[in-house]
């Protein structure tokens, strides 16, 4: 028999058609609570299931690190959807904190990869090492978070001090630590020092042209080293906001064409690609719901139409 069922015509209803075919229950229930009215406690629910006796989270919830133990970027995400639904708050973050001082580097930041993934599958451009250095990347998001969410912790005393440093000597860098300086600029509780650090940070972005600011022109501009054949990272990837520091990166003229370019990007299916380097089949599978509840909490909150 024929299909005769129109597909969806709104670019929200395209989208969550996609959700439904593809992403695993915690992106579902993401979904229902951003765009269907869903309460908190569901996607609680389906979080828990990546916690960890040890208070973190593994189980491949980021899913280029896959494997069941706890590690630092896996917890960061755990976080950000507490953020995301009003729930980083009360004992759980005090116990996630708990897991976050068992793992910290001797200066008290997080490493990119705790030596505990030996032996799992994780993607190949992040190694596994016994005594791992602190990484921005996987401590200024979480510190941000949890300022942001007026979460004390002794543990935050010298991660945040360790943000400070590591923001305010970058010189050069890449465009996903600019997203974790970002995040952790964004939460900090000394708004100006932030201020004044996401300023200079603005500029070496655009020196160093790690942002693509006309995508028409993205065949004329490299990509960071070590990135993906079109892995450039626009605007909205640092400014995902428009209470964002980063925001006052860019010209509106730059974030409306940025924005245009991201919607444009959703696919026939209803879901936004990934541009970085798919390495394992499940890799991609479950980070295209993650981007494409990304790409539409964006366009929201810049006040584009979804339908």
């Keep these: 028999m024929a299909d005769n069922v129109s597909p969806p015509a709104t670019p929200l209803a395209r989208a969550e058609r996609f959700i439904w075919l593809t992403a695993r229950v915690l992106e579902q229930r993401l979904f229902e609570y951003h765009f269907l009215g869903g309460g908190p406690d569901p996607v609680e ?25 706890s590690q630092p970027l896996h917890t960061a995400h755990a976080l950000k959807v ?41 993607a190949p451009w992040i190694p596994v090492v016994d005594d791992p250095p602190s990484a921005l990347l996987a401590t200024g998001p979480v510190v941000g978070v949890l300022h942001r969410n007026e979460v ?14 590591a923001v305010e000597s970058l010189e ?20 100006p020092r932030a201020a004044a650090a996401a ?18 022109q993205a065949a004329d501009v490299p990509v960071a080293q070590g990135y993906a054949p079109g892995e450039h990272h626009l605007a909205y990837d640092f400014a995902a906001a428009p209470g964002s520091l980063a925001r006052s990166w860019f010209t509106d003229g730059e974030m409306d064409r940025a924005l245009d370019h991201l919607a444009a990007l959703q696919e026939q ?23 494409t509840l990304k790409a539409l909490l964006t366009l929201r909150a810049y006040g584009r139409p979804l339908g």
Excluded at 52 to 63: K, Y
Excluded at 152 to 164: G, M
Excluded at 178 to 189: C, I, R
Aim: charged share 25%; glycine share 8%.
């Design 172 to 191: 050069e860098t890449h465009p996903y630590e600019v997203e974790a300086a970002v995040a952790f600029l964004d939460g900090a509780p000394d708004r």
């Design 45 to 69: 629910t389906a979080l828990a299931a990546y916690r960890n006796d040890d208070d973190g989270f593994g189980h491949a919830l980021e899913p280029d690190l896959r494997g069941p133990v």
């Design 152 to 165: 004390w912790h002794a543990w935050l005393f010298r991660a945040t001090d360790y943000c400070w440093a």
């Design 82 to 122: 507490l953020d995301l639904i009003g729930r980083c708050d009360g004992r759980q973050v005090e116990r996630i904190c708990r897991y976050l001082t068992k793992v910290s580097t001797p200066e008290g930041a997080l490493p990119a990869l705790h030596p505990s993934l030996r032996g799992y599958p994780a």
């Design 199 to 216: 300023q200079r940070l603005g500029r070496l972005v655009r020196e160093q042209q790690l942002v693509l600011l006309d995508p028409e």
């Design 269 to 291: 299916d209803g879901g936004w690609p990934v541009n970085w380097r798919v390495w394992a089949p499940g890799t991609a599978l479950e980070s295209r719901p993650m981007v």
